[in-house]
């Protein structure tokens, strides 16, 4: 199992990011993707996750209005993308599933 994240990304505040997680070695629909993230010297947020078999989604409360998850079937990839961008919002965003995680992509939100 493979989960290859698109690359690190700067964005002004106010501004949306996309973050994408292409996943290989399993049957995509077969399992939940979930998203965590990491700031600077903080620990791991958990965002929410998605069903790649009917796109349902579940979503942390403080994420809630500002981030939405989706998932492409003919490509086996997932994405999360969040919008209103803040600088707290500066973190490694992760994808993962059942012990399986992505290399990270970084996403920084300065003016």
């Known amino acids: 199992i493979q989960l290859v994240q698109s690359g690190a990304e700067l964005r002004n505040p106010g501004a949306s990011v996309k973050v994408s997680c292409k996943a290989s070695?399993?049957?995509?629909?077969?399992?939940?993707i979930d998203w965590v993230r990491q700031a600077p010297g903080q620990g791991l947020e958990w965002m929410g996750r998605?069903?790649?078999?009917?796109?349902?989604?579940k979503c942390a409360q403080e994420f809630q209005g500002r981030v939405t998850f989706t998932a492409d079937t003919s490509t086996s990839t997932a994405y999360v993308e969040l919008s209103s961008l803040r600088s707290e919002d500066t973190a490694v965003y992760y994808c993962?599933?059942?012990?399986?995680w992505g290399q990270g992509t970084q996403v920084t939100v300065s003016s």
């Open positions: 993962l599933l059942t012990g399986y």
């Open positions: 070695g399993y049957t995509f629909i077969n399992y939940y």
């Open positions: 998605i069903d790649p078999e009917d796109g349902g989604t």
